[in-house]
């Protein structure tokens, strides 16, 4: 049984910096992507981070340069280290986990980008960013 279990998060003033993390269980990290969504009251659920199988990772514009998502595969762990933290970051964070597909056009798997495409997904942390 897929589980993921996020932990950090919390308040921090403009300027500051916090570090998500997710604890994957269940399947074997390798085998799948993580993708970091944020979510605030009334809009969608946005991408913000994803790593891939093989470590490529790939960021919404809003974090690039800010954010950094990683993984460790012997201990089952993703991380989200957010810096430069803005007002504007402030939202419901969650973690998800899918397996890659590979395109009808063929080539190497890629994963999922939408979050309605994802089945797996942490209990949510909230960051909360003052002015």
């Known amino acids: 049984q897929v589980q993921l279990v996020q932990s950090g998060g919390g308040s921090v003033q403009a300027g500051g910096s916090l570090k998500l993390s997710c604890a994957a269980s269940g399947f074997t990290l390798n085998d799948y992507c993580i993708s970091w969504f944020r979510q605030v009251p009334g809009k969608e659920r946005e991408g913000v981070a994803r790593i891939a199988r093989d470590g490529i990772t790939t960021y919404a514009d809003s974090v690039k340069g800010r954010f950094t998502i990683s993984k460790n595969n012997a201990q089952d762990i993703v991380f989200l280290i957010m810096n430069r933290l803005t007002p504007n970051d402030t939202a419901m964070y969650y973690c998800?986990?899918?397996?890659?597909?590979?395109?009808?056009?063929?080539?190497?798997?890629?994963?999922?980008?939408?979050?309605?495409?994802?089945?797996?997904w942490g209990q949510g942390t909230q960051v909360t960013v003052s002015s």
């Open positions: 998800a986990a899918e397996p890659p597909v590979r395109p009808v056009y063929g080539g190497r798997f890629i994963c999922k980008t939408e979050y309605r495409h994802y089945n797996s």
